[in-house]
Protein backbone atom coordinates (compact mmCIF):
# COMPACT_ATOMS: atom_id res chain seq x y z
CA UNK A 1 0.00 0.00 0.00
CA UNK A 2 1.34 3.62 -0.28
CA UNK A 3 0.95 6.59 1.45
CA UNK A 4 -3.23 7.61 0.14
CA UNK A 5 -3.81 3.95 0.38
CA UNK A 6 -3.38 3.88 4.48
CA UNK A 7 -4.44 7.09 4.93
CA UNK A 8 -7.60 6.72 3.58
CA UNK A 9 -8.00 3.39 5.18
CA UNK A 10 -7.42 5.91 8.80
CA UNK A 11 -9.18 8.41 7.88
CA UNK A 12 -12.30 5.47 6.94
CA UNK A 13 -12.11 3.11 9.88
CA UNK A 14 -9.74 4.78 12.64
CA UNK A 15 -10.61 7.34 15.26
CA UNK A 16 -9.27 10.42 14.28
CA UNK A 17 -7.36 10.70 17.48
CA UNK A 18 -3.93 11.69 16.24
CA UNK A 19 -1.79 14.70 14.50
CA UNK A 20 -0.11 12.35 12.54
CA UNK A 21 2.84 13.58 9.85
CA UNK A 22 2.19 13.35 6.79
CA UNK A 23 4.19 10.39 5.92
CA UNK A 24 3.42 6.55 6.62
CA UNK A 25 6.73 4.86 8.06
CA UNK A 26 7.39 1.17 6.20
CA UNK A 27 10.61 -0.15 7.58
CA UNK A 28 14.16 0.89 8.81
CA UNK A 29 17.56 0.05 10.05
CA UNK A 30 19.36 1.50 13.06
CA UNK A 31 18.18 4.99 13.73
CA UNK A 32 17.60 5.23 10.33
CA UNK A 33 13.87 4.95 8.20
CA UNK A 34 12.17 4.76 5.50
CA UNK A 35 8.72 5.49 4.61
CA UNK A 36 6.25 3.75 1.78
CA UNK A 37 7.18 6.27 -1.02
CA UNK A 38 11.05 5.27 -0.23
CA UNK A 39 12.40 8.48 1.22
CA UNK A 40 14.68 8.27 3.25
CA UNK A 41 14.99 9.54 7.35
CA UNK A 42 17.27 10.07 10.32
CA UNK A 43 15.35 9.04 13.09
CA UNK A 44 15.57 11.66 16.32
CA UNK A 45 12.28 10.33 17.85
CA UNK A 46 12.20 6.71 18.77
CA UNK A 47 8.70 6.33 18.23
CA UNK A 48 7.98 8.69 21.42
CA UNK A 49 11.43 7.43 23.23
CA UNK A 50 10.28 3.96 22.66
CA UNK A 51 12.91 2.24 20.54
CA UNK A 52 16.01 2.29 22.47
CA UNK A 53 17.71 -0.30 19.99
CA UNK A 54 16.46 1.55 16.95
CA UNK A 55 15.00 -0.54 14.20
CA UNK A 56 15.74 -3.83 12.66
CA UNK A 57 18.21 -4.95 15.71
CA UNK A 58 18.89 -8.72 15.18
CA UNK A 59 19.05 -9.33 18.96
CA UNK A 60 16.12 -8.16 19.69
CA UNK A 61 14.10 -9.39 17.26
CA UNK A 62 15.34 -12.96 17.58
CA UNK A 63 14.76 -12.78 20.99
CA UNK A 64 10.78 -12.17 20.68
CA UNK A 65 10.96 -14.73 17.94
CA UNK A 66 12.55 -17.42 19.75
CA UNK A 67 9.96 -16.87 22.87
CA UNK A 68 6.99 -16.93 20.42
CA UNK A 69 7.84 -19.99 19.25
CA UNK A 70 8.19 -21.62 23.08
CA UNK A 71 5.50 -19.63 24.68
CA UNK A 72 4.23 -16.18 23.67
CA UNK A 73 1.64 -16.10 26.57
CA UNK A 74 0.47 -17.55 29.31
CA UNK A 75 -1.31 -15.96 32.32
CA UNK A 76 0.58 -14.78 35.35
CA UNK A 77 -1.45 -17.52 37.27
CA UNK A 78 2.42 -19.29 36.32
CA UNK A 79 5.92 -18.47 36.68
CA UNK A 80 7.83 -17.48 33.26
CA UNK A 81 12.26 -17.53 33.32
CA UNK A 82 11.67 -13.89 30.79
CA UNK A 83 9.88 -11.58 33.51
CA UNK A 84 11.40 -13.18 36.10
CA UNK A 85 14.98 -12.99 34.77
CA UNK A 86 13.91 -9.40 33.79
CA UNK A 87 13.65 -8.53 37.52
CA UNK A 88 16.60 -9.65 38.59
CA UNK A 89 17.99 -7.54 35.96
CA UNK A 90 16.52 -4.28 36.89
CA UNK A 91 15.90 -4.31 40.58
CA UNK A 92 19.01 -3.97 41.36
CA UNK A 93 20.48 -1.53 38.78
CA UNK A 94 17.45 0.89 39.99
CA UNK A 95 18.42 0.08 43.70
CA UNK A 96 15.02 -1.16 44.33
CA UNK A 97 13.24 -3.64 46.52
CA UNK A 98 10.70 -5.32 43.61
CA UNK A 99 9.14 -5.07 40.55
CA UNK A 100 5.48 -5.23 38.90
CA UNK A 101 5.13 -5.86 35.11
CA UNK A 102 2.49 -4.36 33.43
CA UNK A 103 2.34 -2.47 29.76
CA UNK A 104 2.30 1.14 29.39
CA UNK A 105 3.65 4.27 31.35
CA UNK A 106 -0.32 5.14 32.14
CA UNK A 107 -0.81 1.84 33.77
CA UNK A 108 2.31 2.06 35.51
CA UNK A 109 1.32 5.23 36.92
CA UNK A 110 -1.86 3.99 37.72
CA UNK A 111 0.18 1.56 39.79
CA UNK A 112 2.21 3.98 42.30
CA UNK A 113 -0.87 5.44 42.85
CA UNK A 114 -2.57 2.77 44.15
CA UNK A 115 0.83 1.48 46.24
CA UNK A 116 1.18 5.34 47.68
CA UNK A 117 -2.44 5.15 48.81
CA UNK A 118 -2.43 2.10 49.88
CA UNK A 119 0.51 2.86 52.33
CA UNK A 120 -1.09 5.46 53.66
CA UNK A 121 -4.24 3.91 54.77
CA UNK A 122 -2.35 0.90 56.24
CA UNK A 123 -0.88 3.14 57.81
CA UNK A 124 -2.45 6.39 58.82
CA UNK A 125 -6.12 5.03 57.56
CA UNK A 126 -8.83 7.58 55.71
CA UNK A 127 -8.32 11.15 54.67
CA UNK A 128 -5.05 10.87 53.74
CA UNK A 129 -4.57 10.46 50.09
CA UNK A 130 -3.74 13.33 48.16
CA UNK A 131 -0.90 13.14 45.75
CA UNK A 132 0.84 16.73 44.75
CA UNK A 133 2.29 16.15 41.30
CA UNK A 134 3.66 19.38 39.46
CA UNK A 135 2.03 21.63 37.07
CA UNK A 136 3.17 21.29 33.30
CA UNK A 137 4.18 17.07 34.17
CA UNK A 138 2.43 14.43 32.24
CA UNK A 139 1.16 11.41 33.71
CA UNK A 140 -0.53 9.29 31.31
CA UNK A 141 -4.51 9.49 29.32
CA UNK A 142 -6.51 7.34 31.70
CA UNK A 143 -8.85 9.24 34.01
CA UNK A 144 -7.12 8.90 37.33
CA UNK A 145 -3.55 9.89 35.31
CA UNK A 146 -5.19 12.70 33.43
CA UNK A 147 -5.76 14.08 36.67
CA UNK A 148 -2.54 13.75 38.09
CA UNK A 149 -1.45 15.11 35.19
CA UNK A 150 -0.61 19.46 35.89
CA UNK A 151 -2.29 20.90 33.01
CA UNK A 152 -5.57 21.91 33.01
CA UNK A 153 -6.89 21.77 29.28
CA UNK A 154 -6.10 17.70 30.38
CA UNK A 155 -9.18 17.84 33.22
CA UNK A 156 -11.91 19.16 30.39
CA UNK A 157 -14.87 16.63 29.08
CA UNK A 158 -13.68 13.56 30.73
CA UNK A 159 -16.09 14.52 34.77
CA UNK A 160 -16.16 12.95 36.84
CA UNK A 161 -12.29 12.48 37.51
CA UNK A 162 -10.46 10.77 40.22
CA UNK A 163 -9.81 13.03 43.54
CA UNK A 164 -6.87 13.63 45.54
CA UNK A 165 -4.41 15.47 43.42
CA UNK A 166 -3.18 19.09 44.04
CA UNK A 167 -0.66 20.44 41.88
CA UNK A 168 2.33 22.68 42.96
CA UNK A 169 4.71 24.77 40.46
CA UNK A 170 8.20 22.76 39.84
CA UNK A 171 11.76 23.82 41.07
CA UNK A 172 9.42 25.68 43.63
CA UNK A 173 9.42 24.32 47.48
CA UNK A 174 6.73 27.46 48.58
CA UNK A 175 4.60 26.23 46.32
CA UNK A 176 5.00 22.70 47.59
CA UNK A 177 4.70 23.15 51.11
CA UNK A 178 1.56 25.45 50.14
CA UNK A 179 0.09 22.64 49.23
CA UNK A 180 1.15 20.24 52.02
CA UNK A 181 -1.41 18.97 55.12
CA UNK A 182 -2.46 16.14 56.40
CA UNK A 183 -4.12 15.00 53.79
CA UNK A 184 -1.29 14.45 51.69
CA UNK A 185 0.76 10.82 51.04
CA UNK A 186 2.93 11.49 48.27
CA UNK A 187 4.65 13.31 45.76
CA UNK A 188 4.95 11.84 42.06
CA UNK A 189 7.27 13.86 39.43
CA UNK A 190 8.97 13.42 36.12
CA UNK A 191 12.77 14.62 37.01
CA UNK A 192 12.99 15.79 33.24
CA UNK A 193 9.23 16.87 32.37
CA UNK A 194 8.65 15.52 28.92
CA UNK A 195 5.62 16.23 27.34
CA UNK A 196 5.17 19.26 29.26
CA UNK A 197 8.76 20.66 27.22
CA UNK A 198 11.85 19.15 28.10
CA UNK A 199 12.07 20.80 31.33
CA UNK A 200 14.43 19.10 34.22
CA UNK A 201 13.92 19.81 37.53
CA UNK A 202 16.65 21.01 39.51
CA UNK A 203 18.98 18.78 41.27
CA UNK A 204 18.37 21.14 45.06
CA UNK A 205 14.84 21.24 44.67
CA UNK A 206 14.66 17.25 44.20
CA UNK A 207 16.39 16.63 46.95
CA UNK A 208 14.75 19.59 49.41
CA UNK A 209 11.39 17.40 47.60
CA UNK A 210 12.98 14.00 48.92
CA UNK A 211 13.75 15.24 51.97
CA UNK A 212 10.66 16.56 53.01
CA UNK A 213 9.01 13.08 51.57
CA UNK A 214 11.32 11.76 54.33
CA UNK A 215 10.41 13.80 57.05
CA UNK A 216 6.60 14.00 56.41
CA UNK A 217 6.55 9.80 55.56
CA UNK A 218 5.03 10.98 52.39
CA UNK A 219 6.43 8.55 49.47
CA UNK A 220 7.83 9.79 46.84
CA UNK A 221 6.80 8.80 43.79
CA UNK A 222 9.62 9.24 40.49
CA UNK A 223 8.24 8.87 36.85
CA UNK A 224 10.73 7.55 34.60
CA UNK A 225 8.19 6.43 31.68
CA UNK A 226 10.07 9.04 29.66
CA UNK A 227 13.62 9.37 31.04
CA UNK A 228 14.28 5.97 32.26
CA UNK A 229 16.21 3.16 30.97
CA UNK A 230 18.84 4.48 29.61
CA UNK A 231 17.58 7.42 28.04
CA UNK A 232 19.12 10.05 30.04
CA UNK A 233 22.77 8.34 30.02
CA UNK A 234 22.13 6.48 33.29
CA UNK A 235 19.96 3.46 33.82
CA UNK A 236 17.51 5.83 35.04
CA UNK A 237 17.41 9.65 35.58
CA UNK A 238 17.13 10.02 39.63
CA UNK A 239 20.72 8.22 40.08
CA UNK A 240 21.70 11.83 38.42
CA UNK A 241 19.99 13.59 41.09
CA UNK A 242 20.99 11.15 44.07
CA UNK A 243 17.69 10.88 45.25
CA UNK A 244 16.31 7.17 45.84
CA UNK A 245 12.36 7.08 45.15
CA UNK A 246 10.02 5.42 46.93
CA UNK A 247 8.59 3.82 43.77
CA UNK A 248 9.77 4.48 40.44
CA UNK A 249 7.51 3.98 37.06
CA UNK A 250 8.96 2.71 33.61
CA UNK A 251 7.51 2.39 30.64
CA UNK A 252 8.61 3.82 26.92
CA UNK A 253 11.73 2.36 26.46
CA UNK A 254 12.32 -0.78 28.25
CA UNK A 255 11.09 -3.13 25.84
CA UNK A 256 12.19 -1.14 22.63
CA UNK A 257 9.45 -1.57 21.09
CA UNK A 258 6.78 -3.96 22.35
CA UNK A 259 4.61 -2.79 24.80
CA UNK A 260 5.81 -3.37 28.12
CA UNK A 261 5.85 -0.58 31.69
CA UNK A 262 5.80 -1.36 35.27
CA UNK A 263 6.95 -0.35 38.90
CA UNK A 264 9.33 -0.59 41.51
CA UNK A 265 9.24 -0.59 44.75
CA UNK A 266 11.52 0.18 47.73
CA UNK A 267 12.16 -2.33 50.35
CA UNK A 268 9.53 -0.05 52.77
CA UNK A 269 6.49 -0.67 50.10
CA UNK A 270 7.16 -4.37 48.44
CA UNK A 271 4.34 -5.76 50.61
CA UNK A 272 1.89 -2.74 50.20
CA UNK A 273 0.47 -4.43 47.16
CA UNK A 274 -0.49 -8.14 48.19
CA UNK A 275 -1.70 -11.27 46.27
CA UNK A 276 -5.08 -9.63 45.15
CA UNK A 277 -4.44 -6.00 45.26
CA UNK A 278 -3.15 -5.95 41.78
CA UNK A 279 -2.86 -7.43 38.59
CA UNK A 280 -2.39 -7.15 34.50
CA UNK A 281 -3.78 -9.93 31.83
CA UNK A 282 -0.52 -9.12 29.65
CA UNK A 283 1.92 -7.68 32.61
CA UNK A 284 4.87 -9.61 32.20
CA UNK A 285 4.14 -10.81 28.74
CA UNK A 286 7.19 -13.30 27.70
CA UNK A 287 7.70 -11.61 24.65
CA UNK A 288 7.78 -8.55 25.87
CA UNK A 289 9.90 -9.13 28.73
CA UNK A 290 12.15 -11.42 26.31
CA UNK A 291 12.88 -7.85 24.10
CA UNK A 292 12.94 -6.08 27.30
CA UNK A 293 16.12 -8.77 28.33
CA UNK A 294 17.91 -7.86 25.44
CA UNK A 295 17.50 -3.83 25.98
CA UNK A 296 18.29 -4.51 29.82
CA UNK A 297 21.61 -6.36 28.21
CA UNK A 298 22.52 -3.60 26.49
CA UNK A 299 22.43 -0.90 28.97
CA UNK A 300 26.88 -1.73 29.86
CA UNK A 301 28.31 1.11 31.68
CA UNK A 302 29.56 1.75 28.40
CA UNK A 303 26.76 2.09 26.44
CA UNK A 304 25.84 4.53 28.78
CA UNK A 305 29.00 6.77 28.90
CA UNK A 306 27.86 6.59 24.80
CA UNK A 307 24.71 8.12 25.43
CA UNK A 308 25.94 10.84 27.87
CA UNK A 309 28.54 11.46 24.72
CA UNK A 310 26.19 11.39 21.87
CA UNK A 311 23.53 13.46 23.81
CA UNK A 312 26.88 16.07 25.02
CA UNK A 313 28.01 16.35 20.96
CA UNK A 314 24.07 16.73 19.92
CA UNK A 315 23.88 19.36 22.18
CA UNK A 316 27.12 20.93 21.06
CA UNK A 317 26.65 20.58 17.11
CA UNK A 318 23.23 21.99 17.75
CA UNK A 319 24.41 25.07 19.90
CA UNK A 320 27.61 26.02 17.48
CA UNK A 321 24.79 26.28 14.38
CA UNK A 322 24.20 29.68 16.08
CA UNK A 323 20.66 29.22 14.72
CA UNK A 324 18.62 32.01 15.14
CA UNK A 325 15.76 29.67 15.52
CA UNK A 326 16.90 28.63 18.50
CA UNK A 327 16.45 29.97 22.41
CA UNK A 328 17.87 27.25 24.17
CA UNK A 329 19.14 24.14 24.52
CA UNK A 330 17.34 21.31 27.88
CA UNK A 331 17.94 17.90 28.70
CA UNK A 332 20.37 14.86 29.69
CA UNK A 333 21.84 12.45 27.36
CA UNK A 334 19.65 11.75 24.62
CA UNK A 335 16.82 13.63 25.97
CA UNK A 336 16.76 17.00 24.93
CA UNK A 337 14.80 20.08 24.15
CA UNK A 338 15.19 22.64 21.70
CA UNK A 339 13.62 26.09 22.28
CA UNK A 340 11.97 27.15 18.66
CA UNK A 341 11.90 31.25 18.29
CA UNK A 342 10.89 32.68 15.29
CA UNK A 343 8.68 30.22 13.74
CA UNK A 344 6.35 27.61 15.28
CA UNK A 345 7.63 24.06 16.95
CA UNK A 346 5.87 22.56 14.66
CA UNK A 347 6.53 24.27 11.61
CA UNK A 348 10.46 24.02 12.42
CA UNK A 349 9.30 19.81 12.79
CA UNK A 350 7.85 19.31 9.53
CA UNK A 351 10.66 21.53 7.03
CA UNK A 352 12.80 19.37 8.93
CA UNK A 353 10.88 16.54 8.04
CA UNK A 354 10.87 17.21 4.78
CA UNK A 355 14.48 17.16 4.36
CA UNK A 356 14.82 14.14 5.98
CA UNK A 357 14.61 14.21 9.90
CA UNK A 358 12.07 13.16 12.35
CA UNK A 359 12.09 15.24 15.45
CA UNK A 360 9.51 15.19 17.99
CA UNK A 361 7.22 18.60 19.82
CA UNK A 362 6.93 19.72 23.39
CA UNK A 363 5.03 21.70 25.47
CA UNK A 364 4.55 25.46 23.41
CA UNK A 365 7.97 25.90 22.26
CA UNK A 366 9.98 23.27 22.26
CA UNK A 367 11.38 20.74 19.55
CA UNK A 368 12.30 17.28 21.51
CA UNK A 369 14.59 14.79 20.45
CA UNK A 370 14.48 11.39 21.59
CA UNK A 371 17.29 9.68 19.12
CA UNK A 372 17.83 5.50 19.62
CA UNK A 373 19.72 5.35 22.39
CA UNK A 374 21.89 3.25 19.42
CA UNK A 375 22.72 6.08 16.96
CA UNK A 376 25.80 6.46 15.49
CA UNK A 377 27.91 9.61 14.68
CA UNK A 378 27.37 9.05 10.84
CA UNK A 379 23.73 9.60 11.64
CA UNK A 380 23.94 11.95 13.98
CA UNK A 381 25.86 13.54 11.35
CA UNK A 382 23.34 13.13 8.75
CA UNK A 383 20.62 14.69 10.86
CA UNK A 384 22.93 17.95 12.20
CA UNK A 385 23.61 18.25 8.45
CA UNK A 386 19.51 18.66 7.70
CA UNK A 387 19.11 20.89 11.41
CA UNK A 388 22.50 22.98 9.44
CA UNK A 389 20.40 23.28 6.28
CA UNK A 390 16.84 24.37 7.62
CA UNK A 391 18.03 26.59 10.88
CA UNK A 392 20.96 28.66 9.95
CA UNK A 393 20.10 32.11 9.45
C1 LIG B 1 4.43 8.82 27.82
C2 LIG B 1 4.35 9.11 29.27
C3 LIG B 1 3.34 8.55 30.07
C4 LIG B 1 2.21 7.72 29.50
O1 LIG B 1 2.69 6.55 28.93
P1 LIG B 1 1.69 5.65 28.00
O2 LIG B 1 2.50 4.44 27.69
O3 LIG B 1 1.37 6.49 26.80
O4 LIG B 1 0.49 5.36 28.81
C5 LIG B 1 3.38 8.80 31.43
N1 LIG B 1 4.35 9.55 31.98
C6 LIG B 1 5.33 10.10 31.24
C7 LIG B 1 6.39 10.90 31.91
C8 LIG B 1 5.37 9.92 29.86
O5 LIG B 1 6.32 10.48 29.13
Redesign the pocket.
Known sequence: MNFNDIKSLDEGYVLQTYARNQIAIDHGQGATLFDTEGKKYIDFTSG??VCSLGYANEAWARAIYDQAMRVGHISNLFYTEPYARLASKLVPAAGMAAAFFGN??????EGIIKVARKYSYEKYGQGRAVIITLKN?????TIT?LKATGQDHFHDYFFPFTEGFRYARANDMDSLLAQAGEDVCAVMM?LI???GGVNPLDRDYVQSVARLCRERDWLLLI?????GVGRTGTMFAYQQFDVQPDVV?F??GIAGGLPF?GFMTNEKCRSVLRSGDHGSTFGGNPMAAAAANVVMDALTPAFLEEVREKGQYLRDRIAALGSPYVSGIRGMGLMLGVGVQGMTHKELKDRLMEKGLLCLTAGADTLRLLPPLVITREELDQGLDIMAEVMSA
Open positions: IGSGAEANSFHGRTEQGEDEVQTSAKG
